[in-house]
């Protein structure tokens, strides 16, 4: 029986996003070392920089030309940019940190990380989806780099609000919840975005790679580099060398 497409579009979603709840796992359980969560880190935003470069902005530009994609580029660092300004005065600011950084436990800090790990997800989420409306099944390569990515993203939240005295419950149930969150909106990226124009769907997909190059540059980069200095280019290059040959390889189902 054939599966709908929008139900698998949740499920590559909730693939990609069940990488935060086993990073959070990690984070939380295991005594991982702060450079080595940094290390991972840095690999990650290597895995998106070459997926945003090679599987997202490249596409935007063969459906809809350089001017959607760049409208949708930066419209997306600026949607992201001021929700993460505005996140980060309700204490959200050192949502990816793994050290002592995040605020200890507070109903408004709690939420304000809950909703700064969605805004962090949700672009990607929704590449998912609107990566099937070709009809050519979904992006791996974008599956791939995302789940990459996410692991240390909720690897080092987890970590830091270990530190911030959050409780293994609080924690769980806010990665739980963006994982599920993650599959919904791949669905919503199909569904929404089903019959309209290459342009349109040029800007959503720039639109949300925007997002996760801003989010690169304000969160995990930052990490990355404060604890692993040192080689913080050189894994980068790596994780961004990883994804460049999973694009190469044109996987996809």
Same mark, same amino acid.
């Given at each position: 029986?054939?599966?709908?497409?929008?139900?698998?579009?949740?499920?590559?979603?909730?693939?990609?996003?069940?990488?935060?709840?086993?990073?959070?796992?990690?984070?939380?359980?295991?005594?991982?070392?702060?450079?080595?969560?940094?290390?991972?880190?840095?690999? #990650?935003?290597?895995?998106?920089?070459?997926?945003?470069?090679?599987?997202?902005?490249?596409?935007?530009?063969?459906?809809? =030309?350089?001017?959607?994609?760049?409208?949708?580029?930066?419209?997306?660092?600026?949607?992201?940019? =001021?929700?993460?300004?505005?996140?980060?005065?309700? =204490?959200?600011?050192?949502?990816?940190?793994?050290?002592?950084?995040?605020?200890?436990?507070?109903?408004?800090?709690?939420?304000?990380?809950?909703?700064?790990?969605?805004?962090? #997800?949700?672009?990607?989420?929704?590449?998912?989806?609107?990566?099937?409306?070709?009809?050519? =099944?979904?992006?791996?390569?974008?599956?791939?780099?995302?789940?990459?990515?996410?692991?240390?993203?909720?690897?080092?939240?987890?970590?830091?609000?270990?530190?911030?005295?959050?409780?293994?419950?609080?924690?769980?149930?806010?990665?739980?919840?963006?994982?599920?969150?993650?599959?919904?909106?791949?669905?919503? #990226?199909?569904?929404?975005?089903?019959?309209?124009?290459?342009?349109?769907?040029?800007?959503?997909?720039?639109?949300?790679?925007?997002?996760?190059?801003?989010?690169?540059?304000?969160t995990?980069?930052?990490e990355?580099?404060?604890?692993?200095?040192?080689?913080?280019g050189?894994?980068?290059?790596?994780?961004?060398?990883?994804?460049?040959?999973?694009?190469?390889?044109?996987?996809?189902?």
């Open positions: 029986m054939d599966v709908p497409e929008w139900i698998m579009a949740g499920a590559w979603g909730l693939l990609a996003g069940s990488a935060l709840l086993i990073g959070a796992a990690i984070g939380f359980l295991a005594p991982i070392k702060q450079r080595i969560i940094a290390s991972i880190m840095a690999f #990650g935003s290597g895995v998106l920089i070459s997926a945003l470069s090679f599987d997202l902005m490249n596409e935007a530009f063969k459906q809809g =030309g350089i001017r959607p994609a760049s409208i949708g580029f930066f419209a997306g660092a600026a949607i992201f940019t =001021g929700a993460n300004m505005i996140l980060n005065r309700q =204490g959200a600011k050192h949502r990816k940190r793994s050290g002592n950084q995040q605020p200890k436990q507070s109903e408004s800090s709690g939420l304000a990380l809950a909703i700064g790990a969605l805004i962090d #997800g949700i672009p990607e989420s929704l590449v998912i989806g609107v990566s099937m409306l070709s009809g050519a =099944g979904v992006s791996m390569v974008a599956v791939i780099a995302i789940f990459l990515s996410n692991l240390p993203e909720g690897l080092s939240s987890s970590a830091g609000m270990r530190k911030a005295g959050r409780s293994l419950r609080y924690v769980s149930t806010v990665w739980f919840t963006i994982a599920v969150l993650s599959g919904a909106a791949s669905i919503c #990226g199909y569904t929404f975005f089903s019959g309209v124009s290459d342009q349109t769907i040029a800007i959503i997909t720039a639109l949300a790679a925007g997002a996760i190059l801003a989010m690169l540059a304000d995990m980069i930052p990355a580099f404060e604890e692993e200095h040192e080689f913080t050189i894994i980068t290059v790596t994780g961004f060398l990883v994804a460049f040959f999973l694009s190469k390889a044109e996987i996809g189902f």
